[in-house]
């Protein structure tokens, strides 16, 4: 039966006494059963296994501090972390995968300094910036310009001038990568005719530099650290701005004869866009008392990477930074997209 006519109003002034009672208790009543709800789920973080998705193939630098950074989360969240390699394509298998799960924090990408050179480098199906949320850098690191163990080349130099010569050949981990993109503009920078030859591990760059299938590899310390120290390969240059800890005895591309020539990488966790702040706050600040244990900057500088956390936003400047760096790097190279 309808409501007579002088009951009835939209106005919650003119309404019964009652029935404004009973639309206030239901409203406080909702609101205090929904709040709990929400802050529930948040401190339930993580309920399940994290998934972290690293664009790059096992045995790399990205694949092992990933791993490292992953075990101890695992412990300080007691959850599993599961480090999944899915390498190609410059990222965009790895994003795909990440870009399509569920923003809630169990899914996470690694992205890496060559993440921000591909804006302006490669024609990329998704937006870095966009569609994902930076969580916290992870570890900063130099390049090597590696040999074999008989290689002609005594020293960069060498490589120089045989480059004068003939097509030389750079071996690098899939295209999009640090390595791979360092190639590019070491390739640019000396005016050199070479081939870049992709590889999908690490492992192969190393195996072409041993049967002399390539003449340089350009790759971490970390990631070919047993073929370093074991002597099958040689070190002609590193890429940063000063020689490293690891490596005393090598020059920098810089020292040894190409001065305008400089690459320093970082890897970093990212979320995808629509994660919650707070969630991404958690993560970050377990990373970064991860990365600050002595144990772990231990085994991360053993590895020769340098051991560097971040907040959001900062890693966030970085990433515009750098990206803004290599597109007018790249355009003044006049590299092709």
């Known amino acids: 039966m309808p409501l007579p006519e002088h009951t009835r109003s ?35 973080f993580p309920s399940q296994t994290i998934r972290i998705v690293v664009p790059f193939g096992p045995g790399g630098l990205a694949d092992i501090s990933t791993r490292l950074a992953g075990q101890k989360l695992a412990e300080k969240f007691a959850q599993p972390v599961l480090v999944e390699n899915r390498p190609g394509a410059g990222g965009v298998v790895a994003a795909s995968v990440i870009s399509s799960a569920p923003a809630d924090g169990h899914h996470l990408i690694l992205f890496s300094n060559g993440t921000a050179i591909s804006r302006s480098l490669l024609k990329l199906p998704f937006d870095p910036q966009a569609d994902f949320v930076p969580i916290s850098s992870l570890a ?18 060498a ?46 760059v190393q195996l ?34 000063s020689r490293t800890t690891w490596l005393p005895n090598v020059p920098t591309v810089k020292e040894a004869g190409v001065p305008d020539y400089e690459v320093t990488g970082w890897n970093a966790l990212y979320a995808p866009k629509g994660t919650p702040v ?6 970050g600040k377990a990373l970064r008392e991860v990365i600050a244990s002595p144990d772990m900057r231990k085994r991360l500088l053993d590895l020769g990477v340098e051991p560097r956390t971040s907040s959001s936003a900062e890693m966030a400047d970085v990433f515009e930074r750098d990206r803004r760096k290599w597109a007018q790097v790249i355009q003044l190279a006049k590299l092709k997209v």
């Open 140 to 157: 900063y690191f130099d390049l090597n310009l590696l040999v074999g163990k008989d290689s002609q080349f005594a020293d960069l130099r």
């Open 208 to 241: 072409a530099l041993q049967r002399g299938d390539i003449d340089v590899g350009f790759e971490s310390y970390a990631a070919l650290r047993g073929g370093i120290e074991s002597g099958v390969l040689r070190a002609l240059a590193t890429t940063g701005p």
């Open 159 to 204: 490589l120089l001038v045989e480059g004068g010569r003939r097509q030389l050949t750079f071996g690098t981990i899939n295209p999009g990568s640090t390595q791979h993109l360092s190639a590019e503009l070491f390739k640019s920078v000396t005016r050199l005719n070479a081939t870049l030859v992709p590889f999908k591990t690490s492992g192969e």
């Open 278 to 283: 707070a969630v991404v706050e958690a993560i």
């Open 10 to 44: 939209d106005n919650p002034a003119k309404l019964p006494v009652r029935r404004q009672i009973l639309r206030t208790a239901l409203g406080v009543s909702l609101g205090s059963m929904a709040w709990p709800g929400v802050t529930s789920a948040q401190a339930a």
